[in-house]
């Protein structure tokens, strides 16, 4: 339990990526160490390589330089579809909106990442079947209980977040990722969202990274980093101007 | 399983547009498979017509025509052979039967044969079956006449019926008509044009003409039928022969002794060689029209691809939300190709079902229209290649997509800037 706390959600040291094709684009990133529970705000705008960031953390794409590792696993060392069953067994992503693949049932939405994440998939049969264990989460999650068989188009923008936050806290993965999750809801909505988010993550113990640039919400957080501080980026168009 | 759930509710989602995709696959597969079932629909009904003949022999013209309307009664013969020559020919040691026929009347489109009873024990068709009667007996009486099955079918006649001839090959016409003839027979159906013809005994082809002269009717004379009976009437030419040999190694030493016969010039020809001369002539229409078909396939699998790139726009968020739970690019891509595949098969049982479908509504008109006896058969390993093919032809269609999928995931990775 000691050792397991001693190694990091996330720790990062010079990263350097750049995106190829039409709108180059370079990112790097200084530092960047997130104990275990942690519940980390990272603020910016958009635009500030917030997206880019996240597809480093999660492994959708790999840094050109620098270090990088995710609950001890160096990502570099892990080919393709390593990561991708990396990103599948340990993160639980939360999009901004249209989280949902829009013809499926909300059951085969929140079930969806098990597909790709075998102890993902044992761990939530453990808890009680896997079926038995979404209808749990929606519940906690605040939604009525006949909203499983529903297509997910039918959900109202509120219920589609809470539906995506039931799939990627499935399994419990150690990293939820939440980019930009409460933008899309209004000022109410907002603040139930994050606390039923918030409890659920408490109760999985599961480490939160949420990306806002909603300086609001910064008291809900053990730690708040500015994007600014940790990034720099350019773009080659930009500068070429 | 779930991940093939959504892929598939997916398609349902867009059924308009994948129902379309999967009716073009469909159509271009019947035309394909149809083409095909034609094609050899019609060389099993040419090839079944003569069988277990040796020679056709007729008046010295090309081996194709004169298979043509002494076999198949397409056309019409330029020259006759005379009863005399025929006679000759047919009494040489090497000859086990042979058949004679006279061409020239009709009755209501019909061919009328002029032949005798040989006809109805030697003539094979597909594989060596000989005619069978459905009901009554061959000509006796001189004015007997036996129907082929159509003929009695699209006529209505059974036995005891009489019917009247007309001179020449059509419908209307100057006619035999002061001489009926008795239908003493009725053969069962064969699918070749024994089908479509009307047999009577080689000199009732001359007592119908006793009284005309160069095509026409000599005026005022009309010979009555008894009297007609009681004449000898010994046939003067007939138009062609079918004749079997004792044994096929004297084939050729025949065929050559008929093309070289002195008194008149005539042709032998070996059915099967001619056969393989008129399927040379119309392999390139064949192949123009399987072209044809494969084109069309072409296109719809072209269209299918189409239709599964035009969707991955609106689809890009789709694969970024699998990419994020940790699909790989390979598994977005075969979605795709699975999708390409899915609705190659559902057309290719669509179009083949349907195919089938016509096939059997079709079959009697075509018969009927053509002589072209199609048999509903399951599909031969000729169509279960071409079937292949389309199969293979539409996962490869899906292969497209699936890359630029694949592109699109990694150059997206997981968040979509839309």
């Given at each position: 339990?000691?050792?397991?706390?001693?190694?990091?959600?996330?720790?990062?040291?010079?990263?350097?990526?750049?995106?190829n094709?039409?709108?180059?684009?370079?990112?790097?990133?200084g530092?960047?160490?997130?104990?275990?529970?942690?519940?980390?705000?990272?603020?910016?705008?958009s635009?500030?390589?917030?997206?880019?960031?996240?597809?480093?953390?999660t492994?959708?794409?790999?840094?050109?330089?620098?270090?990088?590792?995710?609950?001890?696993?160096?990502?570099?060392a892990?080919?393709?579809?390593?990561?991708?069953r990396?990103?599948?067994?340990?993160?639980?992503?939360?999009?901004?909106?249209?989280?949902?693949?829009?013809?499926?049932?909300?059951?085969?939405?929140?079930?969806?990442?098990?597909?790709?994440?075998?102890?993902?998939?044992?761990?939530?049969?453990?808890?009680?079947?896997?079926?038995?264990?979404?209808?749990?989460?929606?519940?906690?999650?605040?939604?009525p209980?006949?909203?499983?068989?529903?297509?997910?188009?039918?959900?109202?923008?509120?219920q589609?977040?809470?539906?995506?936050?039931?799939?990627?806290?499935i399994?419990?993965?150690?990293?939820?990722?939440?980019?930009?999750?409460?933008?899309?809801?209004?000022?109410d909505?907002q603040?139930?969202?994050?606390d039923l988010?918030?409890?659920?993550?408490?109760?999985?113990k599961a480490?939160?990274?949420?990306?806002?640039?909603d300086?609001?919400l910064?008291?809900?957080f053990?730690?708040?980093?500015?994007?600014?501080?940790?990034?720099?980026?350019?773009?080659?168009?930009?500068?070429?101007? | 399983?779930?991940?093939?759930?959504?892929?598939?509710?997916?398609?349902?989602?867009?059924?308009?547009?994948?129902?379309?995709?999967?009716?073009?696959?469909?159509?271009?597969?019947?035309?394909?498979?149809?083409?095909?079932?034609?094609?050899?629909?019609?060389?099993?009904?040419?090839?079944?017509?003569?069988?277990?003949a040796d020679?056709?022999?007729?008046?010295?013209?090309?081996?194709?025509?004169?298979?043509?309307?002494?076999?198949?009664?397409?056309?019409?013969?330029?020259?006759?052979?005379?009863?005399?020559?025929y006679?000759?020919?047919?009494?040489?040691?090497?000859?086990a039967?042979?058949?004679?026929?006279?061409?020239?009347?009709?009755?209501?489109g019909?061919?009328?044969?002029?032949?005798?009873?040989?006809?109805?024990?030697?003539?094979?068709?597909?594989?060596?079956?000989?005619?069978?009667?459905?009901?009554?007996?061959?000509?006796?009486?001189?004015?007997?006449?036996?129907?082929?099955?159509?003929?009695?079918?699209?006529?209505?006649?059974s036995?005891?019926?009489?019917?009247?001839?007309?001179?020449?090959?059509?419908?209307?016409?100057?006619?035999?008509?002061?001489?009926?003839?008795?239908?003493?027979?009725?053969?069962?159906?064969?699918?070749?044009?024994?089908?479509?013809?009307?047999?009577?005994?080689?000199?009732?082809?001359?007592?119908?003409?006793?009284?005309?002269?160069?095509?026409?009717?000599i005026?005022?004379?009309?010979t009555?039928?008894?009297?007609?009976?009681?004449?000898?009437l010994?046939?003067?030419?007939?138009?062609?022969?079918?004749?079997?040999?004792?044994?096929?190694?004297?084939?050729m030493?025949?065929?050559?002794a008929?093309?070289?016969?002195?008194?008149?010039?005539?042709?032998?020809?070996?059915?099967?060689?001619?056969?393989?001369?008129?399927?040379g002539?119309?392999?390139?229409?064949?192949?123009?029209?399987?072209?044809?078909?494969?084109?069309?396939?072409v296109?719809?699998?072209?269209?299918?691809?189409?239709?599964i790139?035009?969707?991955?726009?609106?689809?890009?968020r789709?694969?970024?939300?699998?990419?994020?739970?940790?699909?790989?690019?390979?598994?977005?891509?075969?979605?795709?190709?699975?999708?390409?595949?899915?609705?190659?098969?559902?057309?290719?049982?669509?179009?083949?079902?349907?195919?089938?479908?016509?096939?059997?509504?079709?079959?009697?008109?075509?018969?009927?229209?053509?002589?072209?006896?199609?048999?509903?058969?399951?599909?031969?390993?000729?169509?279960?290649?071409?079937?292949?093919?389309?199969l293979?032809?539409?996962?490869?269609a899906?292969?497209?997509?699936?890359?630029?999928a694949?592109?699109?995931?990694?150059?997206?990775?997981?968040m979509?800037?839309?």
């Open positions: 339990m000691e050792a397991q706390a001693l190694i990091d959600a996330v720790s990062l040291r010079g990263v350097e990526y750049k995106w094709g039409r709108d180059a684009f370079a990112l790097s990133v530092a960047l160490q997130i104990p275990r529970n942690e519940r980390l705000l990272l603020l910016g705008p635009g500030s390589g917030k997206s880019t960031l996240l597809s480093l953390l492994g959708v794409v790999v840094a050109q330089a620098g270090s990088l590792e995710i609950l001890g696993q160096r990502l570099d892990l080919g393709s579809s390593g990561r991708d990396f990103r599948a067994e340990h993160f639980g992503i939360i999009f901004q909106m249209f989280n949902l693949l829009p013809y499926g049932t909300v059951i085969d939405n929140v079930l969806l990442p098990l597909s790709f994440a075998p102890a993902r998939r044992t761990r939530a049969t453990a808890a009680g079947g896997a079926e038995g264990e979404a209808r749990r989460l929606l519940s906690a999650l605040g939604l209980a006949d909203i499983g068989r529903r297509r997910a188009t039918t959900l109202s923008v509120g589609q977040q809470r539906v995506a936050t039931a799939r990627a806290l399994g419990s993965p150690e990293i939820i990722v939440a980019d930009e999750p409460t933008s899309a809801l209004d000022d909505r603040q139930d969202f994050l988010l918030l409890g659920q993550i408490d109760a999985t480490t939160l990274i949420m990306v806002s640039h300086r609001r910064a008291r809900h053990t730690k708040v980093v500015e994007l600014t501080d940790i990034l720099a980026t350019s773009q080659r168009e930009a500068a070429a101007t | 399983m779930i991940v093939a759930r959504l892929a598939l509710q997916s398609l349902l989602n867009r059924w308009i547009t994948v129902l379309l995709t999967v009716l073009a696959i469909s159509v271009s597969v019947m035309l394909l498979l149809g083409v095909e079932k034609v094609r050899s629909g019609a060389r099993d009904s040419f090839a079944g017509t003569v069988s277990g020679l056709v022999i007729g008046a010295r013209s090309g081996a194709m025509q004169l298979l043509l309307y002494s076999v198949f009664r397409i056309g019409n013969a330029t020259n006759n052979v005379t009863w005399r020559s006679q000759d020919i047919v009494s040489r040691a090497e000859v039967w042979a058949i004679p026929l006279s061409l020239g009347d009709s009755h209501r019909f061919r009328v044969i002029g032949t005798t009873p040989d006809y109805f024990e030697h003539l094979q068709y597909r594989g060596g079956q000989t005619l069978k009667f459905a009901a009554g007996t061959p000509f006796d009486d001189l004015f007997d006449v036996v129907v082929g099955s159509d003929v009695a079918s699209r006529l209505g006649y036995i005891g019926d009489t019917i009247t001839v007309a001179h020449g090959a059509g419908s209307v016409g100057p006619g035999h008509d002061d001489l009926p003839f008795r239908v003493s027979g009725i053969l069962a159906r064969t699918g070749t044009p024994v089908d479509k013809s009307l047999h009577v005994s080689l000199k009732a082809i001359e007592a119908i003409h006793v009284d005309w002269r160069s095509g026409s009717r005026p005022g004379q009309v009555p039928a008894d009297r007609l009976r009681q004449m000898s010994p046939p003067k030419a007939i138009t062609a022969a079918i004749v079997g040999l004792k044994s096929r190694l004297q084939v030493g025949f065929q050559r008929v093309n070289e016969y002195r008194a008149e010039p005539l042709s032998a020809v070996l059915p099967g060689v001619a056969l393989q001369e008129m399927w002539l119309v392999a390139t229409a064949e192949t123009a029209l399987l072209g044809v078909s494969a084109m069309v396939v296109t719809s699998m072209l269209g299918l691809s189409a239709m790139l035009s969707t991955l726009n609106e689809r890009r789709e694969i970024a939300i699998l990419r994020s739970l940790g699909a790989r690019p390979g598994t977005v891509g075969s979605l795709l190709v699975g999708e390409a595949t899915l609705l190659t098969v559902a057309g290719i049982a669509i179009g083949t079902a349907a195919l089938y479908a016509v096939l059997v509504v079709a079959r009697p008109l075509i018969d009927r229209q053509f002589g072209i006896d199609i048999g509903i058969q399951p599909p031969s390993s000729t169509d279960a290649r071409l079937l292949l093919a389309i293979i032809g539409g996962i490869t899906g292969f497209l997509p699936a890359y630029r694949y592109r699109m995931s990694l150059a997206d990775g997981m979509v800037r839309t």
